[in-house]
């Protein structure tokens, strides 16, 4: 018994220092920052620059729910690039609430499309929010069309998503399912419950073999598919055979990344990410907006062997930083809980 609550502490203690590093205490981030004003909870970012629109696209919905009280539902939100006023889409064709997660855009029969990750209510239990839906949206100007809804049993607790032009659809489960005893479960003892799903035309779903500690962010190239897993602090890439299919025995990345969150392509080929280093500081803020939690963003080379930080922030400007996106020398980052994204100057140099 002594022996497991040492370790439970020492475990504790690795989870509040997180992977700690003084020599990055005054990287800061670049400046002149600025806040926009969201919806609350702006977790993931996209681009969309179809027919010479140049704007980025915002997942919002109330991550923080009151005991007793009904979850809000989310809103899909745009920011107009150059500006500083976020804008919400309206949407037809769906009428029910949606709880947006993960978010991609594609073009199918040179159409553009919104997919969206969303925690729905199941039938049986309207407090139990894991019917995990994709919903797929034709993009106008300003409101959203539904078009098709996807559901498997294959996704089980659906964080982020990458969807190919040639229709396939790849997906990282981040725990069995969605509770706060697997979250616990899986970040207090880095137990691999996550798993990396993908759709092809022609075959449906398919479960890539292996297990994975809160994999998350996704990206697929040409010929490889990048998955960001959390509690193993790394990015993997799998090779891609000719149909879209995983290989097995991934390249690695070095073990930086603590819970590392969504992936973007930058204009340099370059993948860019941020992660939550503090994971005890992360689950306080999730509970009290006030309570600060660091945010680290990085990129990193597709080949995975060099990276580089490109900014740290004690939690005072962005806790909980989710996804970094790159645009005309422009970081633009979202987070998982607060109403607002910043906007932060930044100049590739590679």
């Keep these: 018994m002594i022996f497991l609550r040492l370790y439970l502490l020492l475990l504790v203690v690795s989870l509040w220092l997180g992977c700690h590093n003084s020599a990055l205490d005054a990287l800061g981030l670049p400046s002149p920052i600025v806040k926009i004003s969201s919806a609350p909870g702006p977790e993931d970012l996209a681009l969309d620059t179809f027919e010479n629109r140049h704007r980025v696209i915002l997942s919002t919905a109330v991550r923080r729910t009151q005991k007793g009280l009904p979850r809000a539902g989310g809103r899909i939100q745009y920011l107009p690039v ?19 997660h993960g978010i991609d855009l594609a073009r199918w029969d040179d159409t553009l499309y919104l997919f969206v990750i969303s925690h729905n209510a199941t039938v049986k239990d309207p407090s139990d929010f894991n019917r995990h839906l994709i919903l797929q949206f034709r993009v106008t100007d300003d409101h959203l069309i539904w078009k098709h809804t996807w559901e498997s049993p294959f996704l089980k607790a659906p964080n982020d998503l990458f969807v190919t032009d040639d229709g396939r659809i790849y997906v990282s ?3 069995k399912r969605i509770s706060t005893f697997q979250t616990l479960w899986s970040a207090l003892f880095r137990f691999r419950t996550g798993s990396i ?8 779903w398919n479960k890539l073999p292996g297990r994975y ?26 090779n891609l055979d000719a149909a ?26 370059w993948l860019y990410g941020t992660c939550h280093p503090f994971p005890l500081k992360f689950k306080a803020h999730a509970a009290d907006g006030t309570k600060i939690s660091p945010s680290w963003l990085f990129r990193i080379h597709p080949d995975l062997a060099d990276w580089e930080w490109i900014g740290k922030d004690d939690g ?24 607002y994204i910043l906007k932060l100057p930044f100049q590739n140099h590679r």
Excluded: W
């Design 213 to 238: 500690g809160y994999p998350n962010g996704v990206y697929v190239s040409r010929q490889h598919l990048y998955v960001a897993e959390g509690t193993r602090k790394r990015v993997l890439r799998f």
């Design 244 to 269: 879209g299919h995983p290989q097995p025995a991934p390249v690695t990345s070095p073990k930086m990344f603590l819970f590392a969150d969504n992936l973007m392509p930058g204009p340099e080929g």
């Design 316 to 339: 005072s400007n962005i806790s909980a930083a989710s996804t970094c996106l790159p645009y005309r020398d422009t970081l633009y980052v979202g987070q998982v809980f607060q109403p």
């Design 173 to 175: 489960n981040y725990l």
């Design 82 to 100: 150059p500006g500083d006023t976020v804008y919400t889409f309206s949407i037809t064709g769906y009428m029910d609430s949606i709880y947006p």
């Design 197 to 204: 799903v993908y759709y092809l035309p022609g075959e449906g």
